[in-house]
Nanobody, 124 residues
Framework: QVQLVASGGGLVQTGGSLRLSCVVS????????MAWFRQAPGKEREFLAG????????KYADFVKGRFTISRDNAKNTLYLQMNNLNAEDTATYYC?????????????????WGQGTQVTVSS
């Protein structure tokens, strides 16, 4: 059974930074393409960034390009999301997700397993 545990969320001021982490167990991490999504209250879950299982390719939503960086450490079974220059619109619950594929999907339905979410709140 695949388990994902996300952490690193918190309260930050506008313009600040956070780094989210997601530790994965129960699957061969190097077989898994990983992604970050987020969901704000009253809104649908949206794709933020993905990284292939090899780490050789990434994909970002346009609205986070230049501010967010996704990375992974296969030796630690851990996925990261570095978030810089945060603003109030980034306030949401952030989720990590995994799929056994080399292809990054931007669709929620493309991922079989999800973490529990970590809350990010940006104060203005």
């Amino acid at each position: 059974q695949v388990q994902l545990v996300a952490s690193g969320g918190g309260l930050v001021q506008t313009g600040g930074s956070l780094r989210l982490s997601c530790v994965v167990s129960g699957c061969t991490f190097s077989d898994c393409t990983m992604a970050w999504f987020r969901q704000a209250p009253g809104k649908e879950r949206e794709f933020l960034a993905g990284v292939t299982r090899s780490g050789g390719s990434t994909k970002y939503a346009d609205f986070v390009k230049g501010r967010f960086t996704i990375s992974r450490d296969n030796a630690k079974n851990t996925l990261y999301l570095q978030m810089n220059n945060l603003n109030a619109e980034d306030t949401a619950t952030y989720y990590c997700a995994v799929r056994v594929s080399e292809i990054i999907s931007t669709a929620e339905a493309g991922y079989a397993s999800w973490g529990q979410g970590t809350q990010v709140t940006v104060s203005s």
